[in-house]
């Protein structure tokens, strides 16, 4: 069985903390972190070893169509793909005769992630591939990684953004000064969510404390978008705005069920007056999409979809 594997070894940098971790063959991982960590772990995967990091820096040709630039790619990295199976498989057909400078910011995403595909590399390596493109796109990159894994091909994407952590890697890290930790609600949580000797919901709560510097926020629980967990510690988010608080996701879930509060993932719980959209993505993959200044998609946990569906009455 195949590997890719970062160890110490690889790791000659003053920004990054010392760690390995391996990924099988056929598994994708994601890696949250900061922008600054990130750049520097694109380095230390470019300099030892030589990996290919997909970032969009590698320009495509404008002035040539879609097709024009499926083919020279194809050519170019020797792929035996059929140039129409490349137009579908990456939902480029209804652009495949527009010059590249016409299409849409999210056509041209999937002819980066088409090129990338056709490479050959290995393993596959992406920094913030979904950032700032629309639902058919990001569905299309997913889809691209299922292809990629039934390949034996192990994935790695680099995100500084949580929920697209969630989202693309089957096992999801945080990478932090101190290390790397996977990303998951511990058991104390799960038992303050699950245990029947708790006590009964608060009733009559209706403001919800949170730590702004020094001071304490009380928050009204209909304002609230969503609550994910960071470290063990539940945030409330607001307009994209966090707010730490001294409580952890289980005693939350708990305390906003009768405000119509919904634990949709093992890290997040969500206001369900503020879901807009529930999106299907390809494998049983979901995510819901908020209703704020942000649009914001927070994951969905395909265990949780027929019980969402039932809430909503769909």
């Known amino acids: 069985m195949a590997r890719f594997k970062i160890d110490n070894e690889m790791i000659d940098s003053e920004q990054l903390p010392s760690f390995s971790l391996t990924i099988e063959d056929s598994h994708a991982t994601s890696i949250y972190s900061d922008t600054d960590m990130q750049a520097e772990m694109v380095k230390v995967l470019r300099n030892n070893g030589r990996i290919p990091v997909f970032d969009l820096q590698d320009g495509l040709y404008e002035r040539l169509t879609v097709e024009e630039n499926i083919i020279f790619y194809q050519k170019w990295f020797g792929c035996k793909i059929p140039i129409p199976e490349i137009l579908v498989l990456f939902e480029l057909q209804t652009c495949a005769k527009t010059p590249l400078y016409k299409c849409a ?16 590399s290995y393993p596959k390596v992406f920094r913030e591939p979904i950032h700032g493109i629309d639902i058919k796109t990001t569905n299309t990159f997913i889809t691209m990684i299922e292809k990629i894994k039934e390949s034996s ?5 680099l995100v500084s953004n949580m929920e697209h952590a969630l989202l693309l890697g089957e096992v999801a890290y ?7 930790q996977q990303i998951e ?11 029947s ?3 009964p919901m608060t009733t ?4 919800i404390p949170a730590k702004v510097d020094d001071k304490m926020i009380l928050f009204d629980p209909p304002e609230i978008d969503y609550i994910e967990s960071q470290d063990g510690k ?13 409580s952890t996701l289980g005693v939350m879930e708990k305390k906003l069920d009768i405000y119509g509060f919904y634990r949709c993932h093992r890290s997040y719980i969500v206001n369900l007056q503020k879901v807009r959209e529930i999106i299907t993505w390809s494998k049983n993959t979901y995510s819901l999409r908020i209703d704020n200044k942000s649009q914001s998609t927070i994951p969905l946990s395909r265990t949780k979809i027929q019980d969402i ?3 909503f009455s769909l």
Do not use: C, W
């Open 105 to 120: 910011e999210s056509e041209i995403r999937r002819v980066h992630f088409a090129k990338y595909y056709m490479s050959g």
């Open 153 to 157: 091909i192990p994935v790695l994407v």
């Open 174 to 180: 945080k990478l932090l000064e101190t290390g790397i």
């Open 185 to 195: 609600v511990d058991d104390g949580e799960e038992k303050a969510a699950t245990d």
């Open 197 to 199: 000797s708790a006590p």
């Open 204 to 207: 009559n709560l209706f403001k």
């Open 234 to 246: 539940a945030m409330i988010v607001i307009n994209d705005q966090s707010y730490a608080m001294d």
């Open 309 to 311: 569906q039932e809430k």
